[in-house]
């Protein structure tokens, strides 16, 4: 795993990178990347982070930011994405610190793909920024949350997909959901599909609540105690982000990391 510790331009090649920041600074960091790239960021420690990306032509790219701070984050990021690339940008959300994340992505050309996603376990304030900007025609711009709210987290999202005149043929979409296992969990969720362009298609879905109360029934005749109920189905809810990188003992390591901290959590 590459240390970063000082502002960077990072060229990446095809290929799997790993990075991880550590540092006091804050920090600016860009990634440039062409052919099929997937990249994961560990981020320990740092002042307040600024990161780009520009996301070549024809590139298929997969970002997973992955936050273990015990400080609270501030994060200001923007994504260019150009003519026919695919990129998914994601986060793992699963330490005890706030975290405040500004994310803009722009699908700059013509058959450009974007993604933005992230998989939460909420123990503090966790507010995200979400805005995706189809520029081009045929473009297809996507917004995905997961989130666990657990007692005394509380949860902001708000999820912008923008479709502007001339971007013909364009898609936009989004799927937001909170889960809970108390009443009274505080989370809110603000889906906007702002459209300026006739020959589209433009979706969002969003859902809040308790966990069904009739599914916490079956698994607990089966033996199991509630905090057991509370880490499986949280696990399961947020382990898909993983999935992003294609590195088998990446994700290993990840769901072990969640399973321990929800189970000391929950």
């Known amino acids: 795993m590459t240390p970063i510790r000082v502002n960077q331009d990072i060229q990446l090649s095809d290929g799997y990178h790993e990075y991880e920041i550590d540092t006091d600074r804050s920090l600016e960091l860009t990634f440039s990347a ?31 930011f992955w936050n273990d701070m015990k400080e609270p984050l501030n994060c200001d990021e923007s994504h260019e994405v150009m003519g026919d690339a695919e990129v998914t940008v994601a986060y793992g959300e699963c330490n005890e ?20 996603s992230s998989a939460s376990l909420v123990r503090a304030d966790k507010n995200y920024s979400m805005e995706v900007v189809n520029f081009a025609p045929h473009t297809l711009g996507n917004i995905e949350n997961y989130a666990v709210v657990l007692k005394g987290g509380k949860l902001m999202i708000d999820a912008i997909g923008k479709i502007v005149k001339g971007a013909k ?98």
């Open 97 to 116: 610190a706030a975290s405040k994340r500004k994310t803009y992505m722009t699908l700059r050309e013509n058959g450009a793909h974007g993604k933005v």
């Open 169 to 266: 043929a364009s898609e936009s979409h989004q799927t937001s959901r909170a889960l809970a296992f108390e009443e009274g969990q505080n989370a809110e969720i603000l889906p906007e599909l702002l459209i300026d362009e006739n020959d589209v298609q433009a979706s969002h879905a969003m859902s809040m609540g308790r966990v069904d109360d009739d599914q916490l029934y079956y698994l607990m005749s089966r033996g199991l105690t509630m905090q057991q109920c509370t880490s499986l189905i949280s696990t399961g809810y947020l382990m898909p982000i993983t999935d992003v990188i294609d590195q088998e003992e990446l994700r290993n390591t990840l769901r072990k990391e969640l399973e321990g901290k929800i189970s000391s959590l929950c």
């Open 34 to 64: 062409s052919g099929n790239v997937q990249v994961f960021v560990r981020i320990i420690h740092c002042g307040p982070l600024r990161i780009r990306t520009f996301n070549a032509r024809d590139s298929k790219v997969s970002y997973l």
